[in-house]
């Protein structure tokens, strides 16, 4: 089992920046994929990034290639993602999973977090 809670949204003005983090329960962390989706009202699910359990592999939607950046640290048991250059259309709730395996399909995911909600104002 893993129990999985996102923190660090809030509101910002585009342009701005957020970092949020997953703090992860369990002393198997790194044997898990992790990847960070999202939520916009009336919306599906939407993958966001995803990295390995090690972290040396790295993905990205296109819609935010180049302004965010997937990190985790195994020993800390988190997971975070750098948000730059936000716009108003990031806002949405980001939800942080846990995989077995590498995907971006979010059915893949076997454990989420209860979301963090994230505004960006134009």
């Known amino acids: 089992q893993v129990q999985l809670v996102e923190s660090g949204g809030g509101l910002v003005q585009a342009g701005g920046s957020l970092r949020l983090s997953c703090a992860a329960s369990?002393?198997?962390?790194?044997?898990?994929?992790m990847a960070w989706f999202r939520q916009a009202p009336g919306t599906e699910r939407e993958f966001v990034a995803r990295?390995?359990?090690?972290?040396?592999?790295?993905d990205y939607a296109d819609s935010v290639k180049g302004r965010f950046t997937i990190s985790r640290d195994n020993a800390k048991n988190a997971l975070y993602l750098q948000m730059n250059s936000l716009k108003p259309e990031d806002t949405a709730v980001y939800y942080c999973?846990?995989?077995?395996?590498?995907?971006?399909?979010?059915?893949?995911?076997?454990?989420w977090g209860q979301g963090t909600q994230v505004t960006v104002s134009s």
């Open positions: 999973a846990a995989s077995r395996s590498y995907s971006r399909r979010a059915q893949s995911y076997d454990y």
């Open positions: 990295i390995s359990g090690s972290g040396l592999s790295t």
């Open positions: 369990g002393r198997t962390f790194s044997s898990y994929s």
